[in-house]
């Protein structure tokens, strides 16, 4: 045998061994399962059970343990929308064809009597933690965030998510899309992360941070690093798509890497949400089929839902909220732009459906469809009313208190859902998908805190044919419960050093095989700024605090011991079309007692009593002083985190060069589209270019160009004071010379934009305005840009 022989022999040989001690590796880790305490995780490293020798020969060897989940555990894909109500997707009875939705429904479950919070902060928090909103901080969102226990939106330690908890339980875990539940002023390429979904157990994180984001121009991170889109609108680009095409590599990875390993990824589009953007394919698919208008339409889907068997067979339809007129009353005009923004709306329900559809086919390419766990809820609340009586072309009017005429907006119908439009529908459509209630998001109603849920795991549910109904009461503080029970792992006491708080949700497995199961989730309490609910044994009581269902919640002057309490009877009613509150005073009485107690356990109070009260807070910040100064490439800093400009004087300058003469391009914007400002050089001047709120702009142009060398270039705004929007006088002025001067008559007085954020040296977003075009990198060297305010 000659050496090359001999050493492919040892290889061979080598090999084997490694084999062998591969597979012996693997019977420890089962043998290992059996004898670790999931409830403290990560697990404690056990003994080392081997022996230790001088030598090898005389050691016997034990490898540490490699935490695995246990045997069979599912995969996960948790699935939530934004803004879709309870009657929206096809297997509900509603206008959207969803056959993703209507598939698992169909192989599983359908759970008709499921609930949310009235807005998405707060739901994303329940469903995450199984915890309910306050008692995580999350009473209301990052935005609305009090110093108070129930409303900080400060995630703590004590309540880990599902994430993190399958993550040290030996399973792969991804984040896509929506995270809104991270402080503003954490929202920073540098950090802190311990509350962005890396933090809060995602191995893999590719999304957005906000409320709702352009389709086309979003503010994308990968990780904790800020990113492009990977093609441009005009190329073909949607957030939807990108977001299934990482999901898809993702599960991919995971299987190829690692196929003995499940992996669980929390999938969460907001396409439907303003600013609804979808590709107008799917918008042309329901040309024409809402003509015959809202009222109509919910006649039908409720005629569906009870052939269906999704609600009993005796629901009415619960009463229009009175500030929306009856269809026929509608001008032409009205008509026109509600119905085609129905259109819109309904084809981006179904374009999330279509990308969700691509993941399930590629789950069942990689051969794990069946022992995949889908459970996919169609909206994290009731469909939104930002869109008022007639529809909007910018939700940032709705956020501001700005109306837009209604001529305003049919000026740009061919526009609705594409790359430039950043508006919703009218609240009275929105509605129609609340079917058979009424109400939706913001409120504390069965339309505000109920939506559809499926859920699909063909090799642990045996669904009857045509899949079936479960009718029980849930809520979204029920989902981490059950896929723990899924996956056969304990509620965990201890996470990362920490002790938990108990888990306030109930499982729902108990309901998998048995349709008539006793309901085990009894009693549930809604809130958001001072609206809010009780549930118990079939009953609701709530409040809606003076809201009206299509106005901001506005300066409600009321005390909370003198609002109008309604009650329904659920089991008869499932609709809440009947108000039994004044025929049964006693029984709201003790409603109300219920809420209290239920208030006072999950950090309810204090509660908000108006949207003011909530403007009126100071929030922790990145700005210490009146004063910030911002290097190049500082990009993606969201509106809340940047000095604050807004409803006063403020200075900004840029401390430049310009070597060649020829310097141009961004020195600082804040805000897009929806409006912002736009501090630059353009065509080779100091351009100031303010967007009140899209609807006026106002530009102020130095009279000469932008000297040779180096530059301090300043605006200077005097605010003309009198209240909060108002007016004020701009200028301009290069190393110290006045050379531009303006009024600026109106001013955005709450908020810019939720996803164009505040960039240095480029433009990160949408473009402030069309004069120039992205990223209008600046040509010569900036050293900073200082934003200096008044004292308070």
């Not at 080779?684 to 967007?691: A, E, L, V």
Request: charged share 20%; proline share 7%.
């Amino acid at each position: 045998m000659n050496r090359t022989q001999v050493i492919a022999v040892k290889s061979r040989l080598i090999i084997t061994i490694l084999a062998v001690l591969a597979l012996t590796v693997g019977a420890q880790a089962q043998q290992e399962a059996s004898r670790l305490d999931r409830t403290v995780l990560p697990a404690p490293p056990p003994a080392f059970r081997g022996t230790i020798g001088v030598s090898l020969k005389e050691s016997k060897s034990e490898w540490p343990e490699m935490i695995r989940a246990p045997k069979g555990a599912p995969n996960v894909l948790l699935i939530i929308g934004d803004d879709i109500g309870y009657a929206h997707m096809s297997a509900f009875g509603g206008p959207a064809n969803t056959p993703t939705f209507d598939r698992l429904a169909k192989n599983g479950l359908r759970f008709t009597n499921f609930h949310t919070t009235a807005v998405c902060s707060a739901s994303r928090a329940c469903l995450l933690t199984g915890r309910n909103s306050h008692s995580v901080g999350m009473g209301s969102t990052p935005e609305g965030a009090l110093p108070y226990p129930g409303y900080h939106a400060h995630i703590q330690r004590n309540t880990a998510t599902v994430l993190e908890i399958l993550r040290l339980n030996g399973y792969g875990t991804a984040w896509i899309g929506k995270t809104h539940l991270t402080p503003m002023d954490e929202i920073t390429a540098a950090g802190p992360f311990d509350r962005w979904p890396s933090g809060m157990g995602a191995e893999y994180f590719y999304g957005f941070f906000g409320p709702g984001v352009s389709q086309w121009y979003p503010p994308l991170w990968q990780n904790t690093t800020p990113i492009h889109a990977p093609k441009t609108p005009a190329e073909g680009y949607h957030l939807e798509a990108d977001m299934a095409d990482q999901t898809i590599a993702f599960i991919q990875r995971q299987k190829s890497l690692h196929p003995g390993k499940p992996w669980i990824t929390f999938y969460a589009p907001n396409g439907h949400k303003p600013p609804v953007g979808v590709p107008k394919e799917f918008i042309e698919k329901y040309r024409g089929k809402f003509d015959d208008g809202y009222d109509k339409l919910r006649e039908r889907i409720l005629a569906r839902q009870k052939e269906l068997g999704i609600v009993p067979a005796n629901t009415k339809l619960a009463p229009r909220p009175a500030v929306i007129p009856a269809w026929d009353t509608l001008s032409g005009t009205d008509k026109n732009v509600g119905s085609r923004w129905m259109e819109v709306f309904t084809g981006a329900v179904e374009h999330t459906d279509y990308q969700i559809g691509r993941i399930a086919e590629a789950i069942e390419q990689s051969g794990e469809f069946d022992n995949t766990l889908i459970i996919y809820i169609a909206g994290d609340n009731g469909p939104t009313p930002e869109g008022g009586l007639h529809g909007i072309n910018n939700k940032l009017t709705y956020a501001n208190g700005i109306t837009e005429s209604l001529e305003d907006v049919a000026k740009h119908i061919d526009e609705f859902g594409g790359p430039h439009s950043h508006g919703c529908n009218p609240a009275a459509w929105s509605y129609a998908t609340s079917t058979p209630f009424t109400y939706g998001k913001l409120v504390t109603s069965g339309g505000g805190n109920s939506t559809a849920m499926a859920i699909s795991w063909p090799a642990g549910i045996k669904a009857p044919q045509g899949g079936g109904i479960r009718r029980q009461f849930t809520h979204l503080i029920d989902v981490v419960p059950t896929i723990l029970e899924c996956a056969g792992l304990p509620e965990p006491k201890r996470v990362n050093g920490v002790e938990q708080k108990p888990m306030e949700g109930v499982s729902i497995v108990y309901a998998f095989d048995n349709p008539n199961a006793k309901e085990r989730h009894t009693t549930q309490y809604f809130e958001l700024t001072g609206s809010r609910a009780i549930y118990h044994d079939g009953w609701w009581a709530g409040t809606r605090h003076g809201m009206d269902g299509v106005s901001p919640p506005s300066n409600n002057p009321a005390s909370f011991d003198k609002d109008n309490w309604e009650l329904y009877d659920m089991r008869s009613d499932f609709g809440q079309a009947n108000d039994l509150a004044a025929k049964n005073p006693q029984k709201v009485r003790e409603m109300q007692a219920l809420f209290d107690n239920e208030a006072r356990k999950f950090n309810v109070y204090p509660m908000v009593n108006n949207i003011f009260e909530l403007l009126a807070v100071d929030r922790p910040s990145l700005v210490s002083g009146n004063k910030a100064v911002y290097g190049a490439g500082t990009v993606r800093l969201v509106e809340e985190a940047a000095i604050d400009i807004k409803n006063k004087s403020f200075s900004i300058t840029a401390d430049i060069d310009n070597p060649d003469g020829n310097a141009e391009g961004m020195l600082a914007t804040m805000g897009g589209e929806t409006g912002g400002f736009a501090f630059m050089v353009k065509d080779g001047k100091p351009t100031f270019d303010y967007s009140y709120v899209g609807l006026e702009h106002y530009v102020i142009i130095s009279s000469g160009p932008l000297p040779k060398g180096k530059c301090s270039v300043r605006f200077d705004f005097a605010y003309d004071g009198g209240g909060v929007g108002k007016g004020g006088t701009g200028t301009l002025s290069v190393n110290g010379k006045k050379v531009g001067e303006g009024r600026l008559e109106k001013t955005v007085p709450t908020m810019f934009s939720t996803d164009d954020t505040f960039d240095v040296g480029e433009d990160w977003g949408t473009p402030v305005s069309p004069t120039y075009k992205l990223p209008f990198k600046f040509t010569g060297t900036l050293n900073n840009v200082a934003v200096e305010v008044p004292e308070p």
